[in-house]
């Protein structure tokens, strides 16, 4: 399953920009969940994220962590990480990094 997660706040220009360039990608890739978190009122889940700037944008394949936008992000460069996303096969990033590893 992949999953994005964007990290907003209320009161961010940038956020809303990078709203503006989501709009309507939910329907390119509708077997990809999307979740908008504003971390003034979700605190705690930007914590557990790891997040302390607006806009973030985070791509999950499988619950593993496969791209990290911070800051505004492309139309393009988001389709492109969410396809790689889910290319992935379940187990590869451990598979990769066991052969780095050696």
Known sequence: MTEVILFTQETCGACATQREKNEGIEDEFPD???RE???????ETAEEYGVRKTPT???????ERTAEFIGIVDRDELEAAIESAGQQSPGLVHRLASIIRG
């Open 32 to 34: 990809v969940e999307f």
């Open 37 to 43: 978190v504003d971390i003034r009122n979700d605190l």
């Open 57 to 63: 944008t985070l791509v999950y394949a499988n619950g």
